[in-house]
């Protein structure tokens, strides 16, 4: 059963939670009776949300795989190489 805390600690502990990997995304564990007395559109827009994060997360994780510091250092020369032969 869900244990009441106050709304003072709740928010602390939230505000402070830890995100590990931003780039990775983690299923946000729950108890089902923490939804109890909650209207139904606040847990439905809170699966809403996750299920459109982590394709959003998946696209920037990939993006920060594919774009390293030599990657991108490599690009803005052959981009400025193209430009002295082109004059």
Known sequence: MH???SADKLI?????????EPFV?????YEDDEFDNVPAVIPRFTFYLQARMKPVLD???ELKEEQS???LRGQVEGLNKERIEET
């Open 12 to 20: 602390t502990e939230w505000e402070n939670q830890i995100i590990n």
């Open 59 to 61: 696209y920037c994780k």
């Open 25 to 29: 995304f983690t299923r946000f564990g």
């Open 3 to 5: 244990k009441w805390i």
């Open 69 to 71: 510091l030599p990657d």
